[in-house]
C-alpha cells in the first residue's frame, strides 16, 4: 500500500502541472483581462462584451509597448505611461512562459501573491472564505448521508414495492433538476420571494450574532443555513441512495446471506449484521469524492444564490473581474485537494477490505 502511495503521489505532480498548464493558457487567450478591467474602472464603466471582443489582454500589451496605440478601444484617451504602468504591475509585460513559470515556482511554495482588485493576500482571502465553504460542505455530506442510508436500504430491502416505486420517482425528479433550481424555488416559497418570509435571504449569520447568546447565535447559523443545506441535499442523495440500494440488493443475493437466514437470524440482524458491513464498502469509501463534489463544485452556485461568503462566491468574483491570482490560486488549491482526497478514497477502498489491491493492477 505504500508503494501504491507514493507511486499516486508522484502521478499527481505531472497531473497537476498538466491542469494549470490547459487552465493558464486559455485564461491568457481570453479577452477581457485585469489591465482592461482596471482600465474601464479608470474610465468609470464596466466592461462591455463590445470592448472584450475587440482586444484581449496581448492586445493592451502590445498598444503600451507601440506608446500607446493601443488596439484596445476603451484605452484611448488615456495616458499610455499609464497604460505601460498597469501592464507591468500586472506582470504583463514578461511573455506568457516566463509568467507561467515564475507562478509555478510560487505555487509550489504556496505563495500566491496578492489579489489584483482586493489588496490582500490571496492566501489571507482563502482562509477567510474557506471557513464557509466547509461548513456548508460538512453539512450538506452529513445530512446527505443521514438520509441516503436508511432510505437506499428500505428501497433494497422493499425493492418492487409501492413504496420502491415513488420513492425512486422522488429521487429522479432530485437528479434531474439541478441544485440551483432547487435553492431559486426555496427562496420563491420560504426566503420573502413571493409567498412566506421564514427565513433569511443571504449571509451565514445575522448582523447581531456576535452580540447574541451562544444558544441564540447556534439557532441563528442554523436558521441562515437551512434553506443552502436543503437545496443540496436534495441535489446530492441521489446518486448516493441508489448506490446503497445496489450495494444491499447485490449482498442480499448472495450464499452468506441465505446461510444466515437457515440459521434462523432474525431478518434485522442478516441486514444490520451481516449484509451492512459489506454493502457499505462502496459507499463509505466513496466519502472523500462526495465530500470533495459538494465542497468544491456543488455549492458555487448556491454561495451566489444565497450570497454566502464562500470560496465560491470568491471564485465567481474573481472570474468576472479577471482577478488571476485568486483565479489560478483557488483552481491550484481545488485540484490539489481534489487529487488527494482521490488516493484517501482508493486507500479507504483497500482499508476497509483487504481483498481491494490497487497495487497489483498498476497506479
Known amino acids: 500500500m505504500i508503494a501504491y502511495a507514493i507511486r499516486r503521489i508522484l502521478l499527481m505532480i505531472p497531473t497537476l502541472f498538466a491542469i494549470m498548464v490547459v487552465n493558464f493558457f486559455i485564461i491568457q487567450a481570453a479577452p477581457g483581462g485585469p489591465v482592461q478591467q482596471m482600465i474601464a474602472k479608470l474610465r468609470g464603466n464596466t466592461v462591455s462584451a463590445t470592448e472584450r471582443v475587440s482586444g484581449g489582454q496581448g492586445d493592451v500589451a502590445q498598444g503600451a509597448q507601440a506608446g500607446g496605440d493601443t488596439q484596445y478601444r476603451g484605452a484611448r484617451g488615456i495616458d499610455p505611461a499609464l497604460i505601460k504602468q498597469l501592464v507591468h504591475q500586472y506582470g504583463f509585460d514578461k511573455p506568457p512562459l516566463e509568467r507561467f513559470a515564475l507562478m509555478m515556482k510560487n505555487y509550489v511554495r504556496f505563495d500566491f501573491g496578492n489579489s ?38 428500505r428501497k433494497a430491502v422493499k425493492d418492487g414495492s409501492g413504496f420502491d416505486v415513488w420513492t425512486s420517482t422522488v429521487i429522479i425528479v432530485g ?10 424555488l426555496l427562496i420563491v416559497l420560504f426566503a420573502g420571494g413571493s409567498y412566506f418570509s421564514l427565513f433569511p435571504l443571504r449571509g451565514l449569520v445575522s448582523d447581531n450574532w456576535a452580540s447574541l447568546s451562544w444558544p441564540m447565535r ?23 441512495t441508489m448506490l446503497t440500494k445496489n450495494c444491499f440488493l447485490d449482498e442480499i443475493n448472495k450464499q452468506y446471506v441465505l446461510t444466515a437466514r437457515a440459521k434462523g437470524l432474525t431478518e434485522r440482524r442478516v441486514l444490520y449484521g451481516h449484509v451492512f458491513r459489506n454493502a457499505m464498502l462502496l459507499v463509505v469509501a466513496s466519502f472523500p469524492a462526495t465530500l470533495v463534489s459538494i465542497l468544491f463544485t456543488g455549492s458555487l452556485l ?15 468574483e474573481a472570474a468576472i473581474n479577471r482577478d488571476y491570482p485568486i483565479m489560478f490560486a483557488t483552481l491550484y488549491v481545488f485540484t490539489l485537494i481534489g487529487l488527494v482526497l482521490k488516493l484517501v478514497s482508493d486507500l479507504t477502498y483497500m482499508l476497509i477490505d483487504p481483498r481491494i489491491d490497487f497495487a497489483t493492477r498498476g497506479a
Open 116 to 153: 489584483f482588485f482586493q489588496d490582500r493576500s490571496v492566501v489571507s482571502l482563502i482562509c477567510d472564505k474557506l471557513p464557509v465553504s466547509i461548513s456548508i460542505g460538512l453539512w450538506t455530506t452529513l445530512f446527505t448521508y443521514l438520509v441516503s442510508i436508511p432510505l437506499g436500504i
Open 175 to 184: 437528479y434531474a433538476v439541478p441544485s440551483f433550481l432547487f435553492a431559486v
Open 218 to 240: 447556534i439557532v441563528d447559523y442554523f436558521w441562515h443555513i437551512a434553506l443552502p443545506i436543503l437545496s443540496l441535499v436534495i441535489g446530492s442523495f441521489a446518486t448516493l
Open 302 to 316: 448556491i454561495e451566489v444564490i444565497f450570497s454566502l461568503d464562500g470560496l465560491g462566491l470568491l471564485g465567481f
